[in-house]
């Protein structure tokens, strides 16, 4: 078995990577678009990661969902909609080299949806908790070669995502975040 999941150290450029990409899905989602913001572990600095931008994108409404897949397509991305059946309330598009420079995932969903919400408070949590997301980092280190599929690979972290979304939810129900 060859690991295909390979984690880098950080790289200082994957938000600047995050802002083109921030740039030319703003332009071509126009008023469709109600909120963008990078998530996953790319977003987190000095957390080591799948070298795959991550962006989190937010309509108005699920009507809203369908309307954007044209506009991501004619830009480049493809368009995934494999795993709608388990989560009819988000569209997921991603990139990959060659077809472009850079690999990036999109993730369209409702803003203030429950996906939405945890994304945030995820990256949030690890960016004012370094020694957690060196914990993060750990765990990814040690799961990555014992998996190829990246959904088994994410499954496999769910534990411990879950449980810090729980402290981040906690923490900011209390006002100590």
């Known amino acids: 078995m060859t690991p295909s999941i390979t984690i880098e150290t950080h790289d200082p450029q994957w938000p600047a990577l995050y802002e083109r990409e921030r740039r030319t899905i703003t332009q071509a989602l126009g008023n ?8 996953g572990s790319t977003a987190v600095p000095g957390l080591g990661a799948k070298p795959i931008i991550d962006v989190i994108t937010g309509v108005a409404r699920e009507a809203d ?9 004619r830009i480049g991305f493809e368009y995934v909609p494999k ?29 203030g949806s429950d ?13 004012s908790h370094p020694e957690v997301a060196a914990e993060y980092e750990r765990l990814k280190r040690e799961l990555a ?8 690979y994410a499954e496999a972290k769910t534990e411990f995502i879950t449980a810090v979304v729980g402290r981040a939810t906690a923490e900011r129900a209390s006002g100590t975040d």
């Not at 996906?115 to 949590?125: A, C, G, I, K, P």
């Open 83 to 111: 795993y709608e059946t388990m989560m009819p309330f988000r569209r997921y598009f991603r990139t990959r080299p060659p077809a472009s420079t850079q690999a990036v995932n999109v993730h369209v969903v409702v803003v």
């Open 32 to 39: 469709l678009l109600v909120r963008i913001e990078h998530i």
């Open 65 to 73: 969902l369908d309307r954007i897949v044209e506009p991501l397509q």
């Open 145 to 152: 070669p014992r998996f190829e599929d990246v959904n088994v």
């Open 115 to 127: 996906l939405w919400n945890r994304h945030l408070l995820f990256r949030d949590y690890l960016r």
